[in-house]
């Protein structure tokens, strides 16, 4: 379902990179790599349950809200393979969006990670700047094979027709809206990453 895994050539670029953090002092942890569709659907159905407790409800706004955080099962960048999720050991769990307040060492460690991650061929995909995806500071994009990935996506004129969200909260909905679903978070996508 969801593993700490990927595709051979960005498992190989992480480790290259993994021993640049060792030599600069940082240990660099793999929490999230290749998600299959029921792995997002269970991440995806938490969100939305939780969303649907903090708000007055209709399926529009609850999508929206869990579009910020996660990715409609299906479109996920994390089911190519090419999508990591890069944490540091001794900031595990600590790692947030910088509108939250967090402390100089994660602020170090994504510096870091900005200065150092591009040169391995990764690409901080979602920076909060446009669309509905929200700042992921630990989303790295393996780009050379991820901007494939998208153009096959977006050059689908039958996309719509062939997905299917069963069991996805709010499945209805993504179905009834489904171009506009995927153009939300294909805007949430750093521009500076297709160059």
């Known amino acids: 379902?969801?593993?700490k895994r990927a595709l051979k050539a960005v498992m190989e670029a992480f480790w290259k990179l993994r021993d640049r953090a060792t030599h600069d002092g940082w240990s660099l942890v793999l929490v999230s790599g290749f998600r299959s569709f029921e792995g997002q659907r269970l991440l995806w159905n938490?969100?939305?349950?939780?969303a649907a407790k903090d708000n007055h409800w209709d399926e529009r706004k609850g999508v929206r809200t869990v579009m910020k955080y996660t990715s409609v099962p299906g479109l996920s960048r994390h089911h190519w393979g090419t999508e990591l999720d890069i944490s540091e050991k001794s900031l595990?769990?600590?790692l947030l969006?910088?509108?939250e307040e967090i402390s100089?060492?994660?602020l170090e460690f994504y510096h870091?990670?900005?200065m150092n991650a591009p040169a391995f061929g990764f690409c901080r995909i979602y920076r909060g700047t446009a669309g509905i995806i929200s700042d992921e500071p630990w989303h790295w994009s393996y780009w050379r094979f991820a901007k494939i990935y998208q153009r096959q996506l977006e050059s689908n004129p039958n996309l719509e027709?062939?997905?299917e969200p069963q069991g996805v909260d709010g499945g209805k909905y993504i179905k009834e809206h489904f171009r506009e679903i995927f153009q939300w978070q294909s805007q949430s996508i750093d521009p500076e990453c297709s160059r």
């Not at 938490?46 to 939780?50: A, C, E, M």
């Open 1 to 3: 379902m969801t593993g």
């Open 46 to 50: 938490r969100y939305y349950d939780q």
């Open 92 to 94: 595990r769990g600590q």
């Open 97 to 99: 969006t910088p509108e």
């Open 104 to 106: 100089p060492k994660v």
């Open 112 to 114: 870091w990670m900005e």
């Open 161 to 163: 027709l062939s997905y």
